[in-house]
T-cell receptor
Framework: DTGVSQNPRHKITKRGQNVTFRCDPISEHNRLYWYRQTLGQGPEFLTYFQNEAQLEKSRLLSDRFSAERPKGSFSTLEIQRTEQGDSAMYLC?????????????FGSGTRLTVV | AQTVTQSQPEMSVQEAETVTLSCTYDTSESDYYLFWYKQPPSRQMILVIRQEAYKQQNATENRFSVNFQKAAKSFSLKISDSQLGDAAMYFCAYSPNNNDMRFGAGTRLTVKP
């Protein structure tokens, strides 16, 4: 297992188009997180899954955003009708649940540019 | 509101010297976790060190150590014997619930040869 994988690495799209990102977590990790990071800021929590269940969504996740994790493996994050304000790095992270919290393993992110 | 504040947008250190990055947080919880993450120019976040709030002993990982002051809600990172590879953005993070993490805005560390 080579870690958390995110595709694509970069995405340029026109305003109003839909985009979808994919995250493949570490295989034994049952929790998967999506964060958004804008330039000069720290990551902001969007949503997380435990197995296939989406357990929490941030208020940052507007109705145009949807995330899925079918079968509790990979996850997709879709943004509909993209806006220029959606331009950011979208980070995926994973971990195992259970006793103790040893942080996440992050992917390299997908950089979205909306033009 | 539970927030994480990193008051130093940029820091610079001479190679082989020591540097301390500051972090304060706001919480009403008594038990929580604190982390420092490093984000090199390749953008992948890497865990540097973690601290459990109920442990008074400061965490240490090789050249990296923390000064955890629970009453002051302060969690600074000390990097000893700085190396060129330490140059990166450093993010302080707080987790109140053993689940999601809240990050500060980051400190950009430059290491001068």
């Amino acid at each position: 297992d080579t870690g958390v994988s995110q595709n694509p690495r970069h995405k340029i799209t026109k305003r109003g188009q839909n985009v979808t990102f994919r995250c493949d977590p570490i295989s034994e990790h049952n929790r998967l997180y999506w964060y958004r990071q804008t330039l000069g800021q720290g990551p902001e929590f969007l949503t997380y899954f435990q197995n296939e269940a989406q357990l929490e969504k941030s208020r940052l996740l507007s109705d145009r955003f949807s995330a899925e994790r079918p079968k509790g493996s990979f996850s997709t994050l879709e943004i509909q009708r993209t806006e220029q304000g959606d331009s950011a790095m979208y980070l995926c992270a994973s971990r195992t649940s259970g006793t103790g919290f040893y942080g996440y393993t992050f992917g390299s992110g997908t950089r979205l540019t909306v033009v | 509101a539970q927030t994480v504040t990193q008051s130093q947008p940029e820091m610079s250190v001479q190679e082989a010297e020591t540097v301390t990055l500051s972090c304060t947080y706001d919480t009403s919880e008594s038990d929580y976790y604190l982390f420092w993450y490093k984000q090199p120019p390749s953008r992948q976040m890497i865990l540097v060190i973690r601290q459990e709030a109920y442990k008074q002993q400061n965490a240490t990982e090789n050249r990296f150590s923390v000064n955890f002051q629970k009453a002051a809600k302060s969690f600074s990172l000390k990097i000893s014997d700085s190396q060129l590879g330490d140059a990166a953005m450093y993010f302080c993070a707080y987790s109140p619930n053993n689940n999601d993490m809240r990050f500060g805005a980051g400190t950009r560390l430059t290491v001068k040869p």
